[in-house]
């Protein structure tokens, strides 16, 4: 996906009012299966999932805070932020000691909207710039006007899966409740849709489930609605927080050295990139209702500005200046670098055992050639179908001869090629392609090992 497509989608979705039910996520989801395809579901208000139950239905068309004179203070169309997200409609006029229970705001940073959210507690509130509450004049009265409607409805989330040869099923998921916030995680959200889109029509080796709901409840009931599929995936890809200026980062998996960990850490590697390395922690997103102990799916999370580690974060502040399409598209190659080793990660048994097999009689003892991306096949598509833009190569590609020899000597079946990989430093794509060669002359076959 360009680049201009990832920054049309951020302006577009970025006024949209999300929250966990409502018109906003069925607006953001409508907008994205414009560019790609997947289901929508609606989970009725009251439906049981495991010990939680979808709540009533919240959608919001106007809200304001101004005082006797018109002065205003919180305007829901200026900014969405300005409302707590399932505030319940109120329209009274009220002194400041009965309106200040009900006002939000940082004194830390006074530039800055906080987001609130009061999702299942009847209540209302605003969020206002610390600067401007200290500009209120407290002797006045109040008009608090909030136009939303709280009522049985459903819950709304996007998935698909794509299927693929091996036993193996993955899941890439994302989160879109939040309102106008880039990074967390409008940024999620469009980088969800754009790796779907790079990957939706090749032939694939695993099969990948992508799911977009809203954060927790969404994930609880997923779960719930789809128990057994879901007790066989094999790990989690959750893109949150991925568009902002700082380093890219990596939240580790509740196992810490999961395939999904290393994959990820070998693809920065094949990258030259040192990312910031976070360990698993069950404040975040929803890697804990996955990793919980009905399901223990190793979820892990590639960031840029990872949520509670950048000051902006859950502000206003965290606009399409703070996060934009450059820094996601970065993000992004990470995330197909990451695919794309995914789907080269085979194992592989000698149908040669006894001693090294002749690869000269076999034409492969002299040089095959150095290039670090063979012409290997994901299926019918070929290794090069995969868009994705190597900045700098920090492993160096050594002799295709050496990478055959390697590939031989552990063809047991008891490593995979990350094993392999990580044991000589090698990168990924030079082991694929030498597996590719020694296959197409019989010296090797794929086999399948569970994870």
């Known amino acids: ?91 009274k006029w009220l002194e400041f000691k009965e309106l200040e229970p009900h006002l939000h705001s940082l004194p830390e940073m006074p530039e800055a909207i906080p987001y609130r959210t009061s999702y299942y507690k009847r209540d209302w509130g605003f969020c206002l710039t610390h600067r401007s509450l200290a500009e209120i004049d407290r002797s006045k009265r109040f008009h608090a006007v909030i136009e939303s409607d709280l009522k049985p409805g459903s ?17 890439i998921s994302t989160y879109c409740c939040h309102p106008s916030m880039g990074n967390d995680n409008l940024s999620g ?48 890809l959750l893109p949150s927080n991925v568009a902002g200026p700082g380093r ?16 990820v850490e070998q693809t920065f590697l094949e990258n030259g990139i040192e990312p910031v390395i976070y360990p698993f922690d069950i404040l975040g997103s929803d890697e804990r209702q996955y990793s919980s102990p009905g399901f223990r799916i190793p979820t892990g999370t590639i960031c840029k500005d990872k949520y509670y580690e950048f000051q902006q974060y859950h ?25 794309h080793n995914l789907e080269m990660n085979r194992n592989y048994l000698s149908r040669n055992p006894n001693g090294e097999p002749m690869l000269g009689k076999r034409g ?19 290794h090069r179908d995969f868009k994705y833009k ?22 047991d079946g008891s490593k995979s090629l990350l094993d392999i990989a990580e044991l000589i430093n090698l990168p990924m794509s030079q082991l694929f392609g030498a597996a590719r060669t020694l296959e197409e002359h019989g010296l090797i076959e794929e086999i399948q090992t569970g994870e």
């Open 189 to 236: 959200v469009v980088l969800w849709a754009a790796l779907l889109h790079e990957i939706q029509s090749l032939d694939l080796y695993h099969s990948y489930r992508f799911v977009i709901i809203p954060e927790t409840i969404g994930a609880i009931c997923y779960l719930s609605e789809h128990s057994e599929a879901m007790k066989k995936i094999s790990g989690c």
């Open 390 to 411: 190597i900045t700098t190569q920090k492993l160096t590609a050594g002799s295709d001869l050496d990478a055959m020899r390697w590939l031989l000597f552990y063809a």
């Open 248 to 263: 890219l980062g990596y939240k580790k998996t509740f196992i810490g050295d999961h395939t999904i960990d290393r994959i």
């Open 1 to 91: 996906m360009e680049i201009s497509t990832i920054q049309s989608l951020l302006e577009r979705l970025f006024p949209v009012c999300r929250s966990i039910t409502g018109n906003g996520v069925r607006r953001t989801l409508e907008i994205l299966r414009e560019i790609v395809d997947f289901n929508i579901t609606e989970i009725p208000s009251g439906t049981t999932c495991f010990d939680w139950k979808v709540p009533d239905e919240w959608n919001i068309t106007d809200a304001y805070l101004e005082d006797e004179e018109g002065n205003r203070y919180a305007d829901f169309k200026f900014n969405n932020l300005h409302v707590v997200s399932y505030s319940e409609p109120v329209n």
């Open 155 to 171: 819950m709304t989330y996007g998935d698909i899966v794509l299927s693929g040869k091996s036993d193996q099923e993955y899941l």
């Open 364 to 382: 492969l003892y002299k040089s095959i050639g150095g290039s670090l991306v063979q012409p290997a096949h994901l299926g019918n598509k070929s």
């Open 315 to 339: 502000t206003s502040l965290d606009n399409l200046e703070f996060a934009n399409a450059g820094q996601l598209y970065e993000t992004l190659q990470i995330y197909l670098g990451t695919i």
